[in-house]
Each structure stands twice: as structure tokens, then as C-alpha cells.
């Protein structure tokens, strides 16, 4: 038998909606796929491992902006700064991914559960 999935791709999918538009995202971990030397205790979502996605976005600074007013706790107490500092941020550091982490989950399937998601910009993703 293979590892087991630990989020569907409908559940996936729900998730996305409570983010501004991506351009691809994806989804990795030991929250995702079933890895030895962690507890799944299916039970209590709350126990499992937290799920992992990086979100490509066409325009980091827009995204932000939007996602700030859409998840403000999401960004706890950097939000004064703006998304243009936070997009600035990414971008100069040398992975230019942002990550927002211990981020309460609402979709289907998945309430209860954590999230850590990375942001970058789709040029930089290509490169």
C-alpha cells in the first residue's frame, strides 16, 4: 500500500476560495501525504501535522494587499507596514517566498487543522 493522502483535491480546492486568486498552488509535507514518525489521529484535526502549500501569484504586492484585507490575522502585527513592505520583503530575500504560518484552517474537510502557506511570484517561480 501507498502513503496516504491527507487532503483531497476537492479540499484543496475549497481552500483556495478563501484566498485572492492563484495562478498554480500546490500542496507538500508530512500534512499532506502520510509520513512515518508522525501521529494521525484522524479524530482531532487539530493533532495533525500542519498542511503545507506554496501559492503562485501573478503580482506579490497585489496579492498581499488583497489577502490582508480578505485574512488580516493572517499577517498579525505587520499589516500597518502594508503589502507593498511585505512584497518588497519577499522579493529582496534570497528564496522570495513569504510565508505566513499557525494559520487556523475554515474549508470543508480540513476545519480545525493548520496551515503554513508560502507566497511567490509566478516570474520568480520560473526562473
Keep these: 500500500a501507498g502513503p496516504v ?3 483531497t483535491a476537492d479540499e484543496a480546492e475549497d481552500l483556495l476560495r478563501y484566498f485572492p486568486s492563484v495562478e498554480f498552488a500546490f500542496a507538500y509535507g508530512s500534512g499532506v501525504v502520510e509520513q512515518g514518525g508522525y501521529k494521525y ?7 495533525l501535522p500542519m498542511m503545507d502549500f506554496i501559492l503562485v501569484v501573478e503580482n506579490s504586492e497585489q496579492w498581499h494587499e488583497a489577502n490582508m484585507l480578505q485574512n488580516p490575522s493572517h499577517y498579525t502585527s505587520i499589516i ?3 503589502s507593498k513592505y511585505v512584497a518588497q520583503f519577499q522579493d529582496k530575500i534570497p528564496a522570495r517566498l513569504w510565508f505566513n504560518a499557525y494559520i487556523p ?3 470543508k474537510g480540513c476545519v480545525g487543522r493548520l496551515m ?5 511570484n509566478k516570474e520568480y517561480m520560473l526562473e
Design 5 to 7: 493522502v491527507m487532503l
Design 41 to 47: 489521529e484522524q479524530s482531532d484535526p487539530s493533532k
Design 80 to 82: 500597518p507596514l502594508g
Design 105 to 107: 484552517m475554515k474549508s
Design 116 to 120: 503554513k502557506y508560502g507566497v511567490i
